[in-house]
């Protein structure tokens, strides 16, 4: 099973240094801390950086989102650049996108999980006879199994029955979906969000490989706000 690492240190305190030279101030999204080492190594960079400029203006997110779901919080984040909101304002709009950003997945082989720990191996060799496919959410920054389906067309259905359950204002959202190297799949979720909740608007991609590697090919996704805040 390929293995993932967070970005190189040095990498992240060469990138911030060069904003604190720019006398720029910046707001640093982090992948979740419940999944990553990221922000910890964020929140280090930013002590040692504030020693030596201590001017510069700093902001570190844990947005305890991840792949998409962090994705479309950014895209909300740089919406915001438009408004002339202030760092602090800035930050504590995007805290409350990053809160209420769901994440609802399936994955389409469950070995995947099992090598990372998710599910038992044993678990897995039976859903995969069984054609079980799990639901899953992330819930504060963690991966949650939310309940096991017989078959995908059905897992399907009951991921809009959540995002009707927990959704707000589906229609007027930005929705984002990624997919394990199945963009047809990810095309057919979007027609049925669009005839049952009405949306125009969304972000389709690829799933990266920090979390394509742990989830396999044929992972969807669908991230959106249960919560709108202005």
Known sequence: MPK????????????FENIAKSGDSC??????????????????????LLEKYPDFQLEIIDTKCASLGQGVV??????????????????????????????????????????????????AFVGGLLNIKPLLHVEDGKLIPIEKIRGRKKVFKRMLDVMEERGKNLSSQ???????????????????????????????????????SHSGPGTIAVFFLNEITE
């Open 4 to 15: 993932t690492s967070q970005a190189a240190p040095t990498t992240m305190y060469e990138v």
């Open 27 to 48: 707001i640093y999204l982090a992948f979740s801390s419940e999944l990553s080492g990221t922000y910890q190594t964020a929140m280090m960079i930013r002590e040692e």
């Open 74 to 123: 950014t895209y909300y984040a740089a919406q915001l650049l438009q408004q002339n909101l202030s760092l602090v304002e800035m930050t504590e709009k995007i805290k409350q996108y990053a809160l209420h950003m769901e994440h609802i997945f399936t994955v389409d082989d469950l070995d995947f999980l099992a090598q990372g720990g998710r599910v038992s191996k044993a678990s």
């Open 174 to 212: 930005t929705i984002g979906i990624s997919h394990g190297d199945d963009l047809e799949t990810a095309l057919q979720l979007k027609e049925m969000i669009q005839e049952r909740f009405g949306t125009k608007h969304f972000i389709i991609n690829i799933i990266g490989a920090a979390i394509g």
